[in-house]
């Protein structure tokens, strides 16, 4: 199939702003052409014209532009195209309706509850793919019998009569595009199938059925994959039809294959929406994969494609590495993707400098206007910073800029924009620093950009556990030349290899690609032999229906080959791998397939440090990938050029500028090395050979780089403002690794899967350096908890000594979050010299009720196990002993019991020792390469760096405030539902950017546990602050250090010793949020709550948060069925709850009218009602059931909470705001969370502008593996 005899065979990449062709010509030879995706002047479509000029030129026949092309010299054409990621990002699909069980019209609006963006209040979610929703009344459940499989049961029928009409209703308004998400249909689609075939007789032209495009369970994610299959393949099919139109006979008999986002090519009429949001970029990482792997040595690879609004990076070691569930432009989809990860930073990315940082990106200048010296009035971008260095050399570059498009890059225009931003800069230092010139604050610019892309690459290889400096880098696109020295040196890895079409990569990995055909289908085994025989069958099965599509595509079976995976996992865990057995021949203790049991036990370890023996393995869902070879091989001989340096130029490196010699990549021989520093130039790229790095060209015509360590000039005490941005990416990165660590050795689902814990680095005082992630509950708290240490134990602390604690006395939120520290200690210096810490939430420590979350608590010894300054580590050895004792220790108080999951608490706590060793191995190695005194002083920079953020903020505050009233002095007070106020009176000091927050006046402790103790208040303000300041800015000390907090003692925000808290945490937190922003007029109230419900048994136990309205604010409605402030819990999906619990989930939905009407509306809260199925104890801790939560400005108040039993005889009760009730079978939990307050007058709503939306790419551009780890951090 890829030998095509005395043909053209084109493979063509079609990307955002270039289309690549790459193209064989009948004599074997290869030709490579980059033109513009977009010119409507000339052409209609970049691929078909492309095609044309190479035919036309190679042959010396005319073929005309306004004729269809000729085919008869055309062997097979391969595309990878941006059409569907475009048509997401710009929101273009078509027009779509969603069908959807009833009760849950709302589901994909609400999707995981948990919001994008921390710290944005404005929360700005992507709009959902569908215009209408029909809910059918049909369900099925989940048989609760106990058997293996998933056995269901039908509840209601589906009603075709009803369906019908309201589908009519749906074309008769002209949308022909339907999507279909039943529950728990990736198990039984008959009721999908029969709406399918009754939508495809009335006429819809595009119906995807969840339980076709991906059979896997989650109701949220298929159902997002479903309505992206919907919504994009009507867009592909219309490009396919215009671009075979181009063609005589519209490319009847020529071969024409599309790369899919998992790396494999399918033909054109099989490509659909849901599978091509990654063709574009998938094409390069079979490109750089194929080529850089074999001719390494098989050393593992990282692929670095730099392009002009962003990077991406995944990683090769022999195995493409895929992910299933992703999210892109806001929607998550569940299909078979390469683990591409996409960063906001690239060539366009814009340079800025904000109190005292030089930030790069995200904001990026685009294609128009582009970077400044494209002569279209573009702001400085990261090309800037390369030209004004040097780097680039304009006379290389086509005259393609300025607005008539003919004149080359401008030096000028780059070099005026850097002179301002220096002035700029140089005012800001000029009280204290030395100043700095224009080609040091470029270079600036360029080492914080390449430590952003850094940290992607280390975060993608030890997340699995490999060592990053083991790696080769593998660099291609256009921009990523010029950083690919600087990047592999400061990640430790000693070779760049950059491919002779590395300019055209994606489009040249299409050509080596197979044709590759997946099938996939849920499980629901246990791996044991008892089950082989089943799996074995189904294996089978699955492999022949692969087989039998490849062979019916022209394949021989020679040619064909098919991979087995079990997607596998350690029951009661939420962690499942997708296990190949590649490697581990089958035996009689295992099934046919292969070895699955060791594979999946050694990749357990790899990745997570341990394995559980005793558990056993289940099986959640079977798949094969068949592959067609149909790649080409690669046929070049370099020719020998003659080297001539070309002009010698001037390139600025750190020690300043060096002269640099030029060449042309084409005219290099074979087998030579060139010194850094050095320019190798070709058509498409430019690649900057460093000092100490030298570069020699391969037999295939390849760059290959060896990269020298860097002679870096030792580093003063004094403050650099560039090495002040690297520190503060590095402080963050050791955070970052420390939670990569604590996630891969925990073992419960609340750390491990829900990522409910924080790692944070400390000063030798305590205060906090840097945390991650951040959970706003944790944010000042662990400083507390930590200073509290340094106070009581001061030098007692030894080396090998690690601290347990978690008293609200000694700066703990609620018992079950618990804190472990490690002191860090250096040679030759007396006491710590740094702490390191990591907070998580345990399940269960004891006290009253399971889940150690009790409704109504009166003492902090009936919450569960109490630690003030425990010795949890001695010398180095774990007392496992001890701490199993307090552990146990509840059980003495009446009604208390000890901690129910003894094996679990261990388990996590020597998780979070090891975690902390990283960290503190992380320091030392910092305090190697630097010195102990530079790194203590950037910390204490990096502290006053936050602290002066917060003091701008204040100051305009402060100024806008007395210009509107005259005063200083603003104040507010709220009510918890039982009467009790928080009043607040803040007075701020304008000159010095400083502030008092007084709390007296606050209600006295309560008989209750909505007692918060002093960290929590501090969580909450730096909360708050940081949402007022509105950019990035580094969560530490500094951010309080502006801020004179009074509490008085004895209230509900300082209770003493041994009052209840874990309501505190929770419920009062949020009031505080409210209390701050209503004195500050930032915006209305939101729910205020967090809805604590949980359930449980002897046998199981279960606990979620739930969603409500967000408050409106000047300029934005608030949005519906979101978290908000101080929590952003994802919710479990529908599926996995009814699978998991004894519950039938009846309705998830929004609550019309919830939030408070205005010139802006509140959000609605929602409802959600559970069907319990067994006897259960249900125990509902909330808030905002009596007081609403306020509107602003004249904004009406959003509606309050309330919980209603409905029992199975009938009757309907009030639960009220906090209790705990025994359920039976049949009785039904109905929750209605409060809505957001409004803000302004109703009556103003009709005259205000509608603001125009935000481009979806320019706020939600990032994607990949990291990134959902991070956003599933930050979903706590």
């Not at 960290?919 to 305090?927: A, D, R």
């Not at 008092?996 to 929590?1016: K, L, S």
Request: aromatic letters at 8%.
């Amino acid at each position: 199939m890829a030998e095509t005899k005395g043909k053209f065979d084109f493979a063509i990449d079609r990307g955002g702003t270039f289309t690549d062709v790459f193209a064989r010509l009948p004599d074997g030879c290869e030709r490579v052409l980059k033109l513009l995706s977009r010119d409507p002047q000339n052409y209609k479509d970049a691929p078909t014209e492309g095609i044309r000029r190479i035919l036309e030129e190679e042959t010396g026949k005319a073929y005309p532009r306004d004729q269809p092309v000729d085919t008869s010299l055309i062997g097979w054409i391969r595309m990878g195209t941006t059409v569907a990621t475009n048509a997401l990002l710009e929101r273009e699909g078509e027009r779509t309706a969603l069908l959807v069980t009833k009760g849950f019209k709302d589901l994909l609006h609400i999707g995981t509850q948990a919001r994008p963006k921390l710290f944005d209040l404005e929360v700005a979610v992507p709009d959902v793919l569908y215009e209408e929703v029909i809910e059918v009344d049909e369900r099925v459940v989940l048989r609760q019998d106990g058997s293996t499989g998933d056995s269901l049961e039908v509840w209601k029928e589906l009603d075709l009569e009803q369906v019908e009409k309201d589908l009519r209703g749906v074309l008769a308004r002209g949308i022909t595009s339907l999507a279909v998400l039943l529950l728990h249909s990736y198990t039984w689609s008959e009721h999908e199938k029969a709406v399918g075939s009754l939508a495809r007789r009335l006429g819809f032209s595009q119906v995807s059925l969840s339980s076709e495009v991906m059979p896997m369970v989650r109701a949220v994610p298929r159902g997002y994959t479903v309505c992206a299959d919907a919504y994009l393949t009507p867009k592909i099919h219309q490009y396919l039809k215009g671009f075979t139109s181009g063609f005589k006979d519209g490319l009847k008999d020529v071969d024409v294959l599309f790369m899919q986002s998992d790396g494999g090519l399918t033909p054109m009429e099989q490509f659909c929406g849901s599978r091509a949001i990654l063709s574009g970029p998938a094409g390069g990482v079979v490109g750089y994969a194929i080529t850089s792997y074999s001719q390494m040595e098989k050393k593992p690879v990282i692929g670095f494609d730099m392009g002009g609004t962003s990077t991406d990076v995944s990683r090769y070691a022999g195995q493409y590495e895929h992910v299933f569930e992703a999210t892109t432009a806001g929607v998550t989809l569940q299909a078979p993707q390469l683990d591409i990860n996409t960063v906001a930073a690239g060539g366009g990315s814009r340079l800025f400098f904000r109190s005292g940082m030089f930030v790069v990106g995200p904001e990026s200048a685009g294609a128009h206007p582009g970077p400044a010296c494209y002569r279209k009035g573009g702001p400085l971008t990261v090309t800037d910073a390369n030209l004004a260095l040097g780097r680039l050399i304009p006379s290389f570059f086509p005259k393609i800029f300025g607005p008539k498009e003919n004149e080359p890059l401008s030096l000028e225009e780059t070099t005026k924009h850097f002179r301002q931003l220096t002035e700029e800069i140089n005012v800001f230092l000029s009280s204290n620093q030395s100043q700095m010139s224009m080609e040091a604050v470029a270079m600036g610019f360029i080492r914080v950009a390449n430590e952003a892309m850094c940290r992607p690459i280390r975060a993608l290889t030890q997340a699995k556990g490999h060592d990053t400096s083991q790696h080769v880098l593998a660099c291609f696109g256009g921009a990523g030349g010029q950083h690919a020295c600087a990047i592999a040196r400061s990640l430790g890895m000693k070779t760049v290899f950059i491919h002779k079409y590395s300019g055209v990569l994606s489009a040249y990995g299409l050509a080596l690609a197979d044709v590759v055909e997946e099938v996939q289908e849920p499980c629901s085994l246990q791996y044991e032999p008892a089950s082989f025989s089943e799996l074995d069958q189904r294996v089978e099965q699955l492999s022949k229906r692969c087989h039998d599509t490849l062979r019916a595509r022209g394949f021989t079976s020679g040619q064909i080959t098919t991979e087995v995976f079990l997607h596998m996992r350690y029951e009661g865990t939420d962690c499942a791998l997708m296990v190949t057995a590649a490697g581990y021949p089958s035996n009689d203790r295992s099934c046919r397939a292969g070895d699955f049991r060791s594979a999946f036990t050694k990749r357990y370890l790899k990745e997570f440090g341990f394995t559980i023996p005793d558990r056993p393995i289940m099986v959640d869902d079977i798949r094969v990938r068949g592959c067609g070879q149909s790649g080409i091989t690669s046929v070049y001989k370099a020719e020998m050029g003659h080297r001539q340096a070309k002009p010698i130029t001037k390139c600025y490196f750190e020690g300043g500028y060096v002269d640099t010699s030029v060449y042309l990549w084409e005219e290099l021989p074979c087998g030579h090395s060139i010194q850094g520093p050095a320019i190798i130039i070709d058509k498409n790229s430019t690649i900057l050979v460093e000092p100490c790095c030298e570069a020699r060209l391969t037999e295939g015509g390849d760059v290959c780089m060896t990269v020298g360590s860097d002679p870096h000039c030792a580093l003063g005490t004094e403050l650099n403002t560039v090495q002040l941005s690297i520190f503060s990416h590095r402080f963050m990165s050791i955070a970052e690794q420390m939670g990569r660590v604590l996630q891969r050795t925990s073992i419960s689902t609340n750390i491990k899967e829900r990522l409910d814990f924080s790692c944070a680095v400390f000063g030798q005082d305590g205060g906090l350096v840097s945390n991650a992630p951040h959970i706003p509950v944790h944010l000042g708290a662990m400083q507390e908890t930590v200073q509290y240490q340094v106070r009581s134990l001061g030098n007692k602390l030894k080396e090998g000594d690690v601290i347990l604690s978690n008293h609200p006395s000694a700066g703990g939120s609620h018992l079950p979050d618990l804190t472990v520290i490690t002191p860090v200690f250096r040679k030759g210096v007396s006491g710590p010299v740094f702490f390191v810490a990591s907070r998580g939430h345990h399940a269960d420590i004891g006290g009253i009720t399971p889940g150690s979350m009790p409704p109504h608590s009166t003492s902090l010894q009936q919450e569960g196990a109490v630690f003030t300054s425990f010795k949890l580590v001695t010398g180095g050895v774990f007392q496992e002993e001890a701490v199993t004792e307090a552990l146990i220790a509840p059980a003495q108080y009446p009604g208390c019991s000890g901690t129910r999951n003894l094996h679990d608490n261990l388990s996590d706590l020597r998780a979070q020792v090891a975690a902390n060793q990283r960290g503190s191995q992380l320091v030392g190695e910092l305090i190697d390469s630097y010195g102990l005194a530079v790194v203590q002083a950037y910390m204490g920079y990096i502290q006053s760096n936050a602290e002066l953020a917060v003091r701008d903020m204040l100051r305009d505050f402060a100024r806008r405030r007395r210009q509107e009233t005259g005063s200083l002095e603003v104040e507010s007070e709220d009510f918890m539902d039982d009467g009790t106020p928080i009043r607040l009176r803040v007075q701020i000091n304008e000159e010095e950017g400083s502030a008092v927050f007084d709390f007296t006046g606050t209600g006295t402790e309560v008989w209750g546990n909505c007692n918060a103790p002093r960290a929590i208040t501090l969580s909450a303000l730096i909360y708050c602050l940081r949402c007022m300041v509105g950019q990035d800015i580094p969560l530490n000390q500094g951010c309080l250090a502006p801020i004179n907090v009074i509490i008085p003692p004895g209230s509900i925000l300082q209770p003493s010793q041994n009052a209840a808290v874990v309501g505190g945490n929770v419920l009062t937190s949020q009031r505080v949020v409210d209390v701050i922003f209503k004195a500050f007029e930032v915006c209305a109230a939101s729910q205020g709550c967090m809805n604590n419900i949980s359930f449980g048994s002897e046998k199981i136990g279960y606990y979620e948060t739930v969603a409500g309205g967000a408050g409106a604010g000047p300029g934005w409605n608030g949005r519906s069925g979101v978290h908000t402030h101080m929590t952003n819990t994802r919710i479990t999906d529908p599926e996995i709850l009814e699978k998991r619990y004894p519950v039938v989930l009846e309705q998830f939905s929004l609550r019309p009218g919830s939030g408070g009407a205005g010139k802006y509306c509140g959000g609605d809260g929602v409802i959600r009602k559970l069907l319990f199925r067994n006897k259960v104890v249900l125990s509902v801790l909330t808030e905002r059931r009596s007081t609403r939560p306020y509107g602003l400005r004249g904004g009406d108040d959003g509606v309050a909470g309330l919980n209603l039993l409905h029992r199975a005889e009938g009757r309907v009760l009030n639960l009220g705001a906090k209790t705990s009730v025994s359920l039976d079978p049949g009785d039904m939990f109905c929750l209605y969370t409060p809505g957001g307050g409004g803000y302004g007058k109703e009556e103003e709503a009709n005259n205000r502008p509608q603001t125009k939306r935000r481009r979806l790419n320019e706020t939600f551009s990032e994607r990949g593996s990291i990134f959902e780890y991070r956003m599933a951090q930050e979903g706590v």
